[in-house]
């Protein structure tokens, strides 16, 4: 017995050896230069996958939403590259701002508390491009960021990592992931594309497409009865804040931790 116990332990010993995989002491330095949120903006099931998804092509560097131009500076440092896609820090802003006591109803709804479900089946609010404010992206986002507060989805900035996940939660694709600077940005609060008078009678606070952003700063452009934010032009500058400033149903907002005017 003592014979075969021994016989059996060289056997083990030679296989372990034999069928052992190597595993590239890099991913330990690419997994710990990440924010170990396992988010899955980067397109992978976690942080671990991704440290070894970038290892093997240096291609997916800058994917990690999250840790931005440190986590991104710090694996190319590892994988000694260079690189410039730190780019912006990106982060969901929601476009629109109507509460409950700004909205328009054409009745009660009482069916399952969903967005998808009500966009899809029995809207009975009159604005068919507003915040349902039935949570999805509120339970689509694993950090706490996001709230309803008064029929509204709001984003807690300190919370938020930028992961993306209420974007894709949104039916009505009213949360878009912009880039940030100096940790706020201004935005358009509306996504309606009615027409100015339509606007008016089903929602207090939408855009009227009156044009008076447009013509004070080129960061704003009016397309189909919509203000929108050129961020490539985007700088908080005096032209831009008079622009904000006369929006006549302040409509443009800030967003972001050092928002001036928080919504």
Same mark, same amino acid.
């Given at each position: 017995?003592?014979?075969?116990?021994?016989?059996?332990?060289?056997?083990?010993?030679?296989?372990?050896?034999?069928?052992?995989?190597?595993?590239?002491?890099?991913?330990?330095?690419?997994?710990?230069?990440?924010?170990?949120?396992?988010?899955g903006? !980067?397109?992978?099931?976690?942080?671990?996958?991704? =440290?070894? %998804?970038?290892?093997?092509?240096?291609?997916? +560097? &800058?994917? #990690?939403?999250?840790?931005?131009?440190?986590?991104?500076?710090?694996?190319?440092?590892?994988?000694?590259?260079?690189?410039d896609?730190?780019?912006?820090?990106?982060r969901?802003?929601?476009?629109?701002?109507?509460r409950t006591?700004?909205?328009?109803?054409?009745?009660?709804?009482?069916?399952?508390?969903? !967005?998808?479900?009500?966009?899809?089946?029995?809207? =009975?609010? %009159?604005?068919a491009?507003?915040?349902?404010? +039935? &949570?999805? #992206?509120?339970?689509?986002?694993?950090?706490?960021?996001?709230?309803?507060?008064?029929?509204?989805?709001?984003?807690?900035?300190e919370?938020?990592?930028?992961?993306?996940?209420?974007?894709?939660?949104c039916?009505?694709?009213?949360?878009?992931?912009?880039?940030?600077?100096?940790?706020?940005?201004?935005?358009?609060?509306?996504?309606?594309?009615?027409?100015?008078?339509?606007?008016?009678?089903?929602?207090?606070?939408?855009?009227?497409? #009156?044009?008076?952003?447009?013509?004070?700063?080129?960061?704003?452009?009016?397309?189909?009865?919509?203000?929108r934010?050129?961020?490539?032009?985007?700088?908080?500058?005096?032209?831009t804040?008079?622009?904000?400033?006369?929006?006549?149903?302040?409509?443009i907002?800030?967003?972001?931790?050092?928002?001036?005017?928080?919504?």
């Amino acid at each position: 017995m003592l014979g075969l116990g021994l016989g059996f332990a060289v056997i083990l010993l030679v296989a372990s050896e034999r069928l052992k995989v190597s595993v590239d002491p890099r991913i330990e330095r690419i997994h710990a230069a990440l924010p170990n949120l396992d988010c899955g903006a !980067c397109g992978y099931a976690g942080c671990r996958q991704y =440290a070894k %998804a970038v290892l093997a092509d240096p291609g997916l +560097l &800058g994917r #990690c939403a999250p840790g931005a131009a440190e986590s991104t500076a710090a694996i190319a440092g590892i994988l000694n590259l260079q690189t410039d896609k730190a780019g912006p820090v990106m982060r969901p802003v929601v476009h629109c701002r109507a509460r409950t006591g700004d909205k328009t109803y054409y009745g009660r709804y009482e069916g399952l508390p969903s !967005c998808t479900a009500v966009n899809t089946l029995a809207n =009975a609010q %009159a604005c068919a491009f507003g915040c349902l404010g +039935l &949570g999805d #992206c509120t339970r689509a986002c694993r950090f706490d960021a996001l709230g309803i507060i008064d029929g509204l989805a709001v984003v807690d900035y300190e919370k938020c990592t930028g992961c993306g996940a209420c974007v894709k939660a949104c039916p009505r694709g009213l949360i878009e992931m912009v880039p940030f600077k100096d940790h706020a940005v201004i935005s358009v609060a509306c996504s309606s594309t009615e027409d100015g008078k339509t606007t008016r009678s089903i929602c207090k606070v939408g855009c009227i497409a #009156c044009g008076l952003c447009a013509r004070k700063s080129d960061v704003f452009t009016v397309t189909d009865n919509l203000a929108r934010v050129d961020y490539s032009k985007y700088a908080s500058d005096e032209k831009t804040l008079a622009a904000m400033e006369k929006c006549p149903t302040k409509v443009i907002v800030y967003a972001g931790k050092a928002s001036a005017r928080p919504e």
